[in-house]
Nanobody, 117 residues
Framework: QVQLVESGGGLVQAGGSLRLSCAAS????????IGWYRQAPGKQRELVAA???????SYADSVKGRFTISRDNAKNTVYLQMNSLKSEDTGVYYC???????????WGQGTQVTVSS
C-alpha cells in the first residue's frame, strides 16, 4: 500500500505563505482522487483542494484564489501552495488519496499549520 508523507507545515503570520508537500511512496497515477484536507480544533475534517479523476481540480470556497494545488508525477508528489493565509486556515493538514479500483483511502500523518493574527 502506498504511504503518504506530508511536510512543510509551520507557524506563519497572517498574510504569509506556506507550501505543503505530500510525497507518496509509490506512483500516484492510480489514485482517482488525491489532495488535501484539513481539520481545525473542534471542527470536522474538510476538503481543501484535490485532483479529481486525473484532470479536474476542486477547491473549498474558502481557499479559492489563495491556495493552489499542483503535482509532480515524476516525483510522486502533490503540493499545496497557500498564500494570503488567515487565522482560520489554522489546523492539521492531511494528504489523502482514494483508489477506486480497490475502494481504499490512504491518509498521511498530517502536518500542523498555525497562522497567527
Amino acid at each position: 500500500q502506498v504511504q503518504l508523507v506530508e511536510s512543510g507545515g509551520g507557524l506563519v503570520q497572517a498574510g504569509g505563505s506556506l507550501r505543503l508537500s505530500c510525497a507518496a511512496s509509490g506512483s500516484i497515477f492510480s489514485f482517482n482522487v488525491i489532495g488535501w484536507y484539513r481539520q481545525a480544533p473542534g471542527k470536522q475534517r474538510e476538503l481543501v483542494a484535490a485532483f479529481i479523476n486525473g484532470g479536474g481540480i476542486s477547491y473549498a470556497d474558502s481557499v479559492k484564489g489563495r491556495f493552489t494545488i499542483s503535482r509532480d508525477n515524476a516525483k510522486n508528489t502533490v503540493y499545496l501552495q497557500m498564500n494570503s493565509l488567515k487565522s482560520e486556515d489554522t489546523g492539521v493538514y492531511y494528504c489523502s488519496a482514494f483508489e477506486g479500483r480497490v475502494r481504499t483511502t490512504t491518509w498521511g500523518q498530517g502536518t500542523q499549520v498555525t497562522v497567527s493574527s
